[in-house]
């Protein structure tokens, strides 16, 4: 079997032309031909159509994930109230959930290569319904924390196995597209799934939020079984040796480009609902609201990282950020400054330049996404093509390394030196994911010429 894999790496690679951006992606199209063509591959596919059933499914699911893991933010300070304990501890919790998910991505991802694709992905689903309702029924603080990691073991391998069935439910031309909608789950459960959540713990208690995600996930499970496409085609490639993807050093960069933009968000993110309340002049009454106009910045911010995936080929879409994370950069610098005024002077202008910034912030938070997506997946394409499960899961690792990261940092911060403080070292990150896009155009330039001669 590896004198097969190597065989057909020796095949992708002899096949691609660094100088056409259309060649270099001509290993991703014949692994899509191929799975599409394979007999024990079902196809959903509809000519012309985007939005099938098995599509809506699958952002569906990137919404009761999101949905899961966001509310935390939006229901910090209930369930702080709730179970008697400090908010920085329930804070601590989306770091432990971060550290956990980063960890186990990869791990799974690589693990369920080797089993039927439809029947892996229904089962992880089904233990993200028990932790996330272990999460609802928590009575203290060690039961809460477990419900989390629980979930945290399935849900970024969702996110990967999700992906790849991107050749039996989209056509080619719409891979990206399909990639930035399964990551707008995200952004549809910051739209719709937080400030739901925040208003159900207000008005019936936090658990409240829990529970809904558990009745969502319930009909998503019975939906799934019925129209995703079955597959019985597995890899025999050893866990080990498809980890073998990380020699490639434009993966390594551009992991660390995500890692850094990430933790840039999610040290100011992870506090989102204090620093509205304390320097935006946003009354507990109005969070909800706020953060439905946020979730709608993050969401345009998924939809346009599509736009962005398409501008050039394997690492350039993603090296080609580097401006945007300057301006993320810019933008936290900007934040800690009107936190700061707003503090010191409490004036109208600090508080609307404070919320501005942070709407600003949410258009810059995803961009990465598709970018990033494209180099994991098309770099395997063409030298791993053996990690395919693994390389659709290093967006969510790396991300979810970012907000362990970034939330680890904003609990010392927040302790430390106060709210005020978070911008300015969310902006540390932001520079090295920059720094981090730039080297990443530079191996891959040089990675072209090597191939070239």
Known sequence: MAQATSTQQTKNQQSFNPENPTDLEAPAKADNSAAQNGADEESAIVPGRFWTVPVICLVTTSFVLGANEFIMMGILPDIAQGLHIPQ?????????????????????AAFSARFPRKKVYISMVGIFLVGNALSGFASNYAFLALSRMIVALVAGALVAVGMTFAPQVTEQATRTRFMAWVFS?????????????TWLAQTLGWRWAFHAITVITLILIVVDCAVLPASTRTSSVSILRQFLLFSDLRIVFACLCVICGAAATYVFYTYITPILTSFAGVGEAQVSLVLVVFGLMALFSNLYSGVLARKGSIEQPLGHMWGWY??????????????????????????????????????????????????????????????????????????????????????????????VALGSWGAVFALGAALSSLALLQIGSAYRRQRVH
């Open 88 to 108: 920085v501890l329930v804070g601590n919790l989306v770091s432990l959930f971060a550290a956990v998910y980063a960890v186990a991505c990869p791990l799974v």
């Open 326 to 419: 300057a301006a993320q950069m810019c933008a936290l610098l900007l934040l800690s400054l009107a936190c700061f005024v707003a503090h010191s002077q409490a004036s109208l202008w600090a508080h609307i330049v404070v919320l501005v910034v942070v709407m600003a912030l949410g258009l810059l938070m995803y961009l990465q996404n598709s970018p990033s997506q494209i180099c994991y997946v098309d770099s395997a394409a063409q030298t791993h093509p053996g990690s395919l499960n693994l390389s659709n899961s290093l967006n969510s690792m790396s991300f979810n390394t970012g907000i362990a990261l970034g939330a680890g940092v904003s609990g010392v911060v927040y302790s430390h030196w106060g709210l």
């Open 185 to 197: 789950g995200f952004s549809l459960a910051s739209v719709f799934g937080v400030p739901a959540g």
